[in-house]
């Protein structure tokens, strides 16, 4: 079926450990999205991409990094991780700039950071 | 910036209640506005969304959330709530002419007593 894939779904890291978040859609999407899941905090957005070769900041980017690898792939990468980072990350994608069309969603990473 | 806040953080209902949700918005030009719905272990998935036009907005599953531009509000109704209602509802809003992000709020737990 189409739509956003995100993989692992599950991961446990030990705190200082590296790894990359990947999230590939089937959709034809331009922009591509990572936000954050915490409870009572809603998402909160980390970076996106408007349009393949363009990133930017959202409102927690702080100990990310992203690339956009060609239109299909955004991946997330954690360079050292923190208990802080313990939270659900959810990728996502819309046909354009103009996001009223609203999201897609991927299923999740539930990422624990001990 | 824009952001959004639900008043409401966890409600309770009895099934066939009626319900609704708070949402108010903050930000100064035209907004596209949202309600999504996450059920238990799963992602994310949009209910309704209004562009522009008529005010009251139909969605998926009996839901329909009217948009009063003067209280910057867009709040979640639904005249007789099921037990498979329980979920976790976002309102969340983009600002029309920016490029490509939508803000969430931080969510309001529903939960229905059979």
């Known amino acids: 079926n189409a739509g956003v894939t995100q993989t692992p779904k599950f991961q446990v890291l030990k705190t200082g450990q590296s790894m990359t978040l990947q999230c590939a859609q089937d959709m034809n999407h331009n922009s591509m999205y990572w936000y954050r899941q915490d409870p009572g905090m809603g998402l909160r957005l980390i970076y996106y991409?408007?349009?393949?070769?363009?990133?930017d900041k959202g409102e927690v980017p702080n100990g990310y990094n992203v690339s956009r690898l060609n239109k299909r792939e955004f991946s997330l990468r954690l360079e050292s991780a923190a208990p802080s980072q313990t939270s659900v990350y959810f990728c996502?994608?819309?046909?354009?700039?103009?996001?009223?069309?609203?999201?897609?969603f991927g299923s999740g990473t539930r990422l624990t950071v001990v | 910036a824009q952001s959004v806040s639900q008043h409401n953080h966890h409600v309770i209902l009895s099934e066939a209640a009626s319900l609704e949700l708070g949402c108010n918005y903050s930000y100064g030009g035209t907004v596209n506005l949202f309600w999504y719905v996450q059920y238990p272990g799963q992602h994310l998935q949009l209910l309704l969304k209004y562009f522009s036009g008529d005010p009251l907005v139909k969605g998926i599953k009996g839901f329909e959330a009217e948009f009063i531009k003067s209280k910057f509000s867009f709040n979640l109704r639904k005249p007789s709530v099921q037990w498979s209602d329980t979920a976790e509802y976002f309102c969340?809003?983009?600002?029309?002419?920016?490029?490509?992000?939508?803000?969430f709020g931080s969510g309001t737990r529903l939960s229905i007593r059979p």
């Open positions: 996502a994608s819309s046909e354009s700039g103009d996001v009223g069309y609203g999201y897609t």
């Open positions: 991409s408007a349009s393949e070769g363009t990133t």
């Open positions: 969340a809003v983009s600002a029309y002419s920016s490029a490509s992000k939508i803000i």
